[in-house]
């Protein structure tokens, strides 16, 4: 069974940094992409970065030069280090395996940026 445990968010003033960081078992992480995603209160889960087998990542426009994912196959973790943070950053992050069947979400992170 796949397993995800993120941890790192908190409260920051906007312009300030947070790293997040995501703990897969239950799997061999080279083999799969892997995602962060954010649920904002009242709104849809969005895919925000995601990074392939080979480390090659992807951002929605609205976080592109901002944050950066990344990952370590070794020790099992995903990690999205964010910077410049904006009010609009606010929400529950989780990451995810990208994989067509889909895994149980872990319990997530939550990030808040006052402005």
């Known amino acids: 069974q796949v397993q995800f445990a993120e941890s790192g968010g908190g409260l920051v003033q906007a312009g300030g940094s947070l790293r997040l960081s995501c703990a897969v078992s239950?799997?061999?992480?080279?083999?799969?992409?892997f995602g962060w995603y954010r649920q904002a209160l009242g709104k849809e889960r969005e895919l925000v970065a995601s990074?392939?087998?080979?480390?090659?990542?992807s951002y929605v426009d609205s976080v592109k030069g901002r944050f950066t994912i990344s990952r370590d196959n070794a020790k099992k973790t995903v990690h999205l280090q964010m910077n410049n943070l904006k009010a609009e950053d606010t929400a529950v992050y989780y990451c995810m395996r990208l994989t067509p069947g889909g895994d149980s979400w872990g319990q997530g992170t939550q990030v808040t940026v006052s402005s």
């Open positions: 239950g799997i061999t992480l080279s083999m799969w992409a």
């Open positions: 990074i392939g087998p080979s480390g090659t990542a």
